[in-house]
């Protein structure tokens, strides 16, 4: 009897492998997945070796404020010229990579391109460059979209990107906290104070959504951190309605403005 019935357990079993290997060779056939940055067929989802190590992932030694890579390690704790200059009202900001050419396909396929089945990888690549800031948090809040230019690409990029770290990290989505409230202009081509000015005032939390983020440490999450403006802006309205500290991780940050222009 025993006999028996291990070994019609182990006939469904050797059915359901066979079942998943037809299933996986259908899936190969219908979609042959090619490197997003250069058109390569590549096995799974995402870039291929080559454009992988492309991708200049930030590493220590950086600022322990703004996540800027330093060229050299000036020891322990100590900070970049910009946080002394010009601090954020966020905390802490942390970045998986530098925004350089694959990086910038990636986000564009990403933001323009509805690729969101690349955001569970750029999503583990933030949640590794982002430890230090995920072990401490409360909340993953986005940075939100206008709704009228959510409506016209759909989604929310920076929200696939929360849901992702979600699921690597644990620390849960505050879905629709933040609103922008008035439409900004695309930041492409403005000066670093027209883009202050562009997104001041621009966000509030809603009040209804306030309680979900009230004493709480709150990471945002967005794809891209160039001149910090949006993020600032994002961080000072949390803020005002009463988080306990924000921190920001980013797909991809600018590192040299001059030479890496969006
Ligand atoms: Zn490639």
């Known amino acids: 009897m025993e006999a028996g019935f291990a070994s019609s357990r182990s006939l469904s079993q050797t059915l359901r492998s066979a079942w998943a290997h037809v299933a996986r060779l259908a899936l190969d056939i219908a979609l042959p997945t090619l490197c997003v940055a250069c058109r ?5 989802v995402g870039v291929c070796a080559g454009c992988w190590a492309k991708l200049s992932f930030i590493a ?16 322990p704790g100590l900070l970049s010229m910009e946080a002394i200059a010009d601090p954020p009202a966020y905390q802490r900001a942390r970045a998986a990579v530098r925004y350089d050419d694959v990086a910038r396909t990636l986000v564009h396929a990403l933001k323009y391109h509805d690729r969101t089945d690349l955001a569970p990888a750029m999503g583990r690549w933030m ?17 939100p979209l206008h709704w009228r230019r959510g409506w016209s690409r759909r989604y929310n990029q ?6 992702a770290i979600e699921k690597q990290s644990g620390v849960p989505v ?16 403005l000066s670093r104070s027209q883009r202050a000015s562009n997104v001041q005032g621009a966000f509030k939390v ?3 959504k306030a309680h979900a983020i009230e004493g709480l440490r ?9 001149s ?3 993020t600032d802006a994002c961080a000072r309205a949390l803020l005002r309605a009463r988080a306990a500290q924000v921190d920001v991780l980013v797909f991809a940050r600018v590192v040299d403005t001059h030479k890496a222009p969006i």
């Open 158 to 163: 920076s929200g696939a990107l929360a849901r």
């Open 127 to 143: 949640a590794r460059a982002g430890e230090e800031l995920l072990d401490e948090a409360d909340v993953l809040v986005p940075v």
């Open 206 to 208: 809603s009040a209804e």
């Open 174 to 189: 505050a879905r629709d906290v933040l609103r922008r409230i008035r439409p900004t202009q695309q930041q492409i081509g």
């Open 218 to 226: 709150v990471v945002l999450v967005d794809d891209v951190l160039t």
């Open 228 to 230: 910090g403006a949006t």
């Open 60 to 75: 220590q030694p950086y600022c322990p404020r703004l996540g800027i890579p330093f060229v050299y390690d000036p020891g």
């Open 40 to 44: 390569e067929p590549v096995a799974g």
